[in-house]
């Protein structure tokens, strides 16, 4: 079945660790976006990609990194985590493609992956 | 500043009872208006996107209103039940881009009680 998985669903670390959030969707969305979200407010996108080996910074500047270098495949790095980074990091995905019409940039999301730096 | 603000923030309402939640924008230029559903620890699920051109949208117990001369949106749940209870997103996208930018709401969070 069609979906995008996000793993750890919960992570609890302490300062300064390094960690990877893993996002995988099987559709073949050439686009993924990382957003943020925390309790009560409007999710903020971080990170997105066009494709292979394309990455930009959203809206929300955020210490994370990410890397494009499979299309089903779009992880997010922290180096060192710190209590400021706790949040959930929700992935998304959708088709490539321009115009509202077509429904270009539904986006389907994955479960979230849900960190707390301690 | 293009802004999506939602209301109420919260709401609660006894299962099979009606409700409406509100959405105004400021998003120009205008390019589609989603509606999310958002269940307590998981991702938004869409539930229905509208364009320019439409009024009104129906997906099963869920339909959308969109008036684009006032930038107003409306989300009609009717005979509720418990799984509707849940964070309803309004999401406002843009023509300023090949992306077309997303603008996201806070969400009205809903709690259908039995």
């Excluded at chain 2, 924008?25 to 539930?47: A, C, E, M």
């Amino acid at each position: 079945e069609a979906d995008i998985y996000q793993t750890p669903r919960y992570l609890v670390i302490g300062t300064g660790k390094k960690i990877t959030l893993e996002c995988s969707q099987t559709m073949g969305h050439d686009k993924m976006y990382w957003y943020q979200q925390d309790p009560g407010m409007e999710l903020h996108l971080i990170h997105y990609s066009y494709g292979v080996n394309s990455t930009e910074k959203g809206d929300l500047s955020s210490e994370s990194t990410v890397s494009r270098i499979r299309t089903e495949h779009f992880p997010l790095t922290l180096e060192s985590a710190r209590p400021s980074h706790t949040s959930q990091y929700l992935c998304a995905s959708s088709v490539a493609g321009e115009g509202a019409v077509s429904g270009a940039n539904v986006l389907t999301f994955g479960a979230g992956s849900r960190l707390t730096v301690l | 500043k293009n802004q999506v603000e939602q209301s109420p923030q919260s709401l609660i309402i006894l299962e099979g009872k009606n409700c409406t939640l509100q959405c105004n924008y400021t998003v120009s230029p205008f390019s589609n208006l989603r509606w999310y559903k958002q269940d307590t620890g998981r991702g938004p699920v869409s539930l229905t996107i509208m364009t320019f051109s439409e009024n009104t949208k129906s997906n099963g117990r869920y339909t959308a209103t969109l008036d684009a001369d006032t930038k107003q949106s409306s989300l009609h749940i009717t005979a509720s039940q418990l799984s509707d209870s849940a964070s309803y997103i309004c999401v406002v996208s843009d023509r300023g881009s090949t992306l077309g930018r997303l603008y996201f709401g806070r969400g009205t969070q809903l709690t259908v009680w039995p």
